[in-house]
């Protein structure tokens, strides 16, 4: 019986060292395969360099042709969304919408006007004098 457990040793011993054997051949295979990859790579690399210089031309020209149409088109979109947004805020003002705020302003400017000189009439009704005098500023017709 004492052969048993010096046979079990050595089996598990041998099982050990396969596993051992097996990553170090793996790791050997990895590297060789990276080795070769990385050469392999390189030349592809130097290909397709190869390949775009001699299609940079072609690719200049082609993006000259299309590169102002396609700016154009997103210069549109751009200021499109802009008009949907101020829409949406309520900012989108054509010209006759600005022409109805500044008449609308003046009559408001107007009526103030009316009732400060009615302010100062009344001031001077009561035999009381303004401390200042405002002064009348001529108005511009848009």
Do not use: C, N
């Amino acid at each position: 019986m004492s052969d048993k457990p010096k046979k079990d040793k050595e089996i598990a011993r041998k099982i050990w060292l396969a596993g051992i054997g097996a990553y170090g051949r793996a790791f050997s295979d990895a590297q060789e395969a990276y080795s070769k990859v990385g050469k392999e790579t390189a030349k592809v690399f130097e290909d397709l360099v190869h390949k775009g210089e001699g299609l940079e031309d072609k690719v200049t020209a082609a993006a000259k042709q299309y590169v102002p149409a396609v700016a154009e088109k997103h210069r549109a979109t751009v200021e499109d969304r802009m008009e949907r947004m101020k829409a949406a805020l309520g900012f989108a003002e054509t010209a006759s919408d600005q022409q109805d705020r500044i008449e609308t302003l003046e009559g408001r400017l107007d009526a103030i006007d009316g009732k400060l000189d009615e302010l100062l009439a009344a001031v001077k009704a009561l035999g009381m004098q303004p401390k200042a005098k405002r002064s009348t500023a001529t108005k511009k017709k848009v």
